[in-house]
Nanobody, 118 residues
Framework: QVQLVESGGGSVQPGGSLRLSCAASGNIFSNYDMGWYRQAPGKQRELVASIFSGGTTNYADSVKGRFTISRDNAENTVYLQMNSLKPEDTAAYFC????????????WGQGTQVTVAS
């Protein structure tokens, strides 16, 4: 079992920055592939960025060059640095942990709201 708690959301003006954090507890964090997803009102949840247990990262085209995902296995934390924020980045952001070991282990945090507006 893995528990995930996001923090760092808030309101920011266009062009601003925020850093989201996701603290994990439970099973061995370093074994999990971690991801940040977001969901805007009336839209489906979408993958923003992911970082695999080996460190490889992946980004949605809409955030490439603006967002950076990183992880600190010693602190059991994954981060999402968001720069040059745009109004279309407004959404609830969710942390996800996945691991396939005989079966899929898939955990979600409760989400943190990011609002980008003038």
């Amino acid at each position: 079992q893995v528990q995930l708690v996001e923090s760092g959301g808030g309101s920011v003006q266009p062009g601003g920055s925020l850093r989201l954090s996701c603290a994990a507890s439970g099973n061995i964090f370093s074994n999990y592939d971690m991801g940040w997803y977001r969901q805007a009102p009336g839209k489906q949840r979408e993958l923003v960025a992911s970082i695999f247990s080996g460190g490889t990262t992946n980004y949605a085209d809409s955030v490439k060059g603006r967002f950076t995902i990183s992880r600190d296995n010693a602190e059991n934390t994954v981060y999402l640095q968001m720069n040059s924020l745009k109004p279309e980045d407004t959404a609830a952001y969710f942390c996800n942990a996945k691991r396939y070991w005989g079966r899929l282990y898939d955990y979600w945090g409760q989400g943190t709201q990011v609002t980008v507006a003038s």
